[in-house]
């Protein structure tokens, strides 16, 4: 008989962990509070920042390293069975610097990729020119700035993935129950039970994909896992034709271009609790950011703006595995702004722990023993 697990949370997290462990024959039910693939993964601009699994030693590089191995299969396989193609695309990114401190940054980041044998090289000024045409005007104006090109970069169209995903589980039986809250967690004879539609139910496994909710639901069980939401915001412009080619990156912020013209400029982090929403100056610093590097982005088709809340752990590594002491209850959460790059391989460890087969990397490091705090500390990361 097919072990029944249920995943509460229908973000990239969940649906990735639904598809994987279907496709090795588990029976997986998914609920969520809203619309399937409509949070923060649904508010991501999709950019896979560059990973090797192969020359990685810190956990979460492996774990990015596992991810980036696994999307092009992903991509490929999702396209091949759903007919949704996910918009995974090795476009290259640009890197740019334009302070001392910014260029001191880079430049270790530049070492550090390169010591894991991720190719990321500075341009000359006809090089920059060559690769983007549209940052003359800013490299010509701007005094003692720099620009790394990193290859391995991806863009995804995140609603796409996340549609892709659920139609992919849909095909193997997967049961979503959608604008369904979880109204209550609790532990009997040390496993857990949740209460959806006014009924308590228990499955072989619970997984909790839950995002910034995490330590709310957790709560129930008197468990604090210290997960903080962190706000982003992103305009999104139009022109009759894609800018830029790469995804150009300075330290935060992001400009993304898709095929189409659609452009996508993020990012900002603000730590005011679960309010969603967009404001005037963030956008206005977002938009200034944008024309400052590219000014045709001037006279851009501003179509909207949004906002998504990011799970953020006080040490910035994901919470993945068991929860102790609660024999059949998981958590795979806490991915803060690479929810979307590291869901492959998020899901492959959640279902090598359910199928007990040995982890493809290890997993310490993101076990959930981890101690208290009322703080959570912002984590170093350019995705």
């Not at 994987?20 to 399937?36: A, C, H, N, P, W």
């Not at 996340?162 to 604008?179: D, H, M, R, S």
């Not at 604090?224 to 995804?247: A, E, F, H, Y």
């Amino acid at each position: 008989m097919s072990k029944s697990v249920t995943i509460v949370g229908a973000g990239a997290i969940g649906l990735s962990t639904a598809w994987e462990l279907s496709q090795r024959g588990f029976k997986v039910t998914v609920i969520d509070k809203s619309v399937t693939g409509r949070g923060t993964s649904w508010a991501g601009a999709g950019i896979l920042p560059p990973a090797n699994l192969s020359n990685s030693f810190d956990p979460i590089d492996r774990l990015r390293g596992l991810s980036h191995q696994l999307f092009p299969e992903w991509a490929a396989k999702l396209q091949t069975d759903t007919g949704i193609d996910t918009g995974l695309q090795r476009c290259g990114g640009l890197y740019l610097a334009e302070t001392v401190g910014e260029i001191a940054s880079m430049s270790g980041m530049a070492e550090y990729w390169q010591e894991m044998e991720i190719e990321c090289e500075p341009l000359t000024s006809d090089e920059i020119i060559a690769h983007e045409a549209a940052l003359e005007y800013w490299w010509q104006n701007t005094d003692n700035a720099a620009v790394w090109h990193v290859p391995d970069e991806y863009q995804l169209r995140s609603p796409n993935y996340l549609a892709a995903l659920k139609t992919a589980c849909e095909q193997l039986g997967v049961i979503f129950f959608e604008n369904t809250d979880v109204t209550d967690i609790r532990c009997r004879g040390g496993r857990a039970e949740i209460q959806y539609e006014g009924t308590w139910r228990t499955t072989d496994s619970i997984v909790l994909t839950t995002g910034v909710w995490t330590g709310k639901i957790a709560a129930s069980l008197d468990l604090k896992l210290s997960i903080v939401p962190v706000r982003g915001q992103i305009v999104l412009l139009k022109t009759s034709q894609p800018l830029i080619r790469n995804i150009i990156n300075m330290g935060q912020r992001y400009i993304l271009a898709r095929e189409d013209g659609h452009t996508l400029i993020g990012s900002n982090e603000e730590e005011i609790g679960f309010e969603l929403g967009t404001t005037d100056s963030v956008l206005k610093s977002l938009l200034d950011f944008a024309t400052h590097l590219l000014p045709d982005l001037k006279s851009a088709e501003h179509v909207k703006s949004w906002s998504g809340l990011r799970p953020m752990t006080f040490d910035g590594f994901p919470m993945i595995g068991p929860i102790p002491g609660v024999e059949n209850l998981y958590v795979a959460a806490g991915h803060h702004r690479s929810g979307l790059h590291l869901s492959p391989g998020t899901a492959v460890l959640i279902a090598d722990m359910l199928s007990e087969v040995k982890s493809r990397i290890p997993i310490d490091a993101f076990q959930i023993r981890k101690p208290k705090s009322n703080h959570a500390v912002r984590p170093n990361t350019t995705t």
